[in-house]
């Protein structure tokens, strides 16, 4: 089962879609989002997507005007190319992980069920939740769960992690939850192990670099005009996305000219745009969910 796109109307009208256009949809998943956009295209129209998960090739759309890309989109500009693909219309981004890999149990992501500890996106990563759970050092420990899953006790857990491992490793999301229980009051228990799994999960899929690879690509790959519609679902990936427009960077003060005027690739479009209390309602998934809208300058 995937997931209902999130925010599905809003993300497609923000790439202003031509119907001769070329288009990529970056996180292709259960194809909603690619399916919108081939709505709006014609037949001279082009849409290429990217999932590195192997489960979603399965979802693949029979449409001549369709490609899908088993490959991380970190690489977009490489695959493209060997497409012979330059400059493109609009690119949609979807940051999301989709409701299947929170359902398949032996993933290892979802707090609900007990399996072993993987977390990756792709089966050929070779990271997984175990080996940052069993072989990381506490200071690495320690980074990870306070950068990516901003958690108070993240000293704390990651000593308790390490103490633990040394007794005969962590094999399982059970385990770890063992592991961990001091830090879990009742009343906050869900949200906790939902930061805690969060912050092992960007470890082992490297979603942060991989986000500001994709973003540094993204001027270079649009044509003047061309749109980018990114959806967010944390503050560490909608900052990345808000930085970058604003700035073409992610740290400090946009580049200036010699004149001292501002030298940045895009603009951003309209507001920022939320879920309805509507879609909230109908699909809880979207509830932190974030889209920003840029052009190509």
Avoid: C, W
């Avoid at 999932?51 to 979603?56: F, G, H």
């Avoid at 069993?134 to 990651?158: I, P, S």
């Avoid at 809880?284 to 974030?290: D, E, G, Q």
């Amino acid at each position: 089962m995937y997931h209902n796109p999130v925010l599905l109307q809003e993300s497609v009208a923000g790439l202003a879609i031509k119907e001769d256009g070329v288009y990529v949809d970056v996180t292709f998943g259960g194809g909603g989002h690619s399916r919108e956009i081939l709505k709006n295209l014609g037949s001279r129209g082009k849409l290429f997507a990217f999932d590195q998960d192997e489960d979603a090739q399965v979802n693949r759309i029979d449409d001549e005007r369709f490609v899908l890309i088993g490959e991380n989109f970190r690489y977009i500009t490489q695959f493209l190319k060997f497409y012979g693909i330059r400059k493109v219309d609009g690119i949609l981004a979807d940051f999301g992980v989709s409701s299947h890999q929170f359902d398949e149990a032996e993933r290892g992501f979802s707090t609900r069920f007990d399996a072993g500890l993987d977390m990756r996106m792709s089966k050929r990563n070779q990271l997984s939740a175990y080996d940052v759970v069993n072989t990381y050092a506490y200071d690495d420990l320690r980074r990870v769960l306070f950068n990516y899953g901003d958690l108070r006790n993240a000293n704390a857990m990651a000593n308790a992690i390490v103490s633990a491992r040394e007794e005969g490793g962590i094999k399982t999301t059970e385990e770890l939850k063992s592991v961990l229980k001091k830090f879990l009051p009742e009343h906050k228990k869900h949200k906790i192990l939902a930061q805690v799994y969060q912050a092992i999960r960007i470890e082992v899929n490297q979603e942060i670099e991989v986000i500001k690879e994709f973003l540094e690509q993204v001027p270079g790959l649009l044509e003047k005009g061309g749109r980018l519609s990114v959806i967010s679902y944390h503050s560490l990936e909608d900052r990345l996305v808000k930085r970058f427009i604003r700035a073409g960077r992610f740290e400090g003060e946009p580049e200036k000219d010699f004149y001292g005027n501002v030298n940045v690739p895009l603009k951003k479009v309209g507001a920022l745009i939320v879920p309805s209390k509507e879609e909230i309602a109908g699909n809880n998934r979207a509830r932190s969910a974030k889209l920003r809208i840029a052009q190509r300058l």
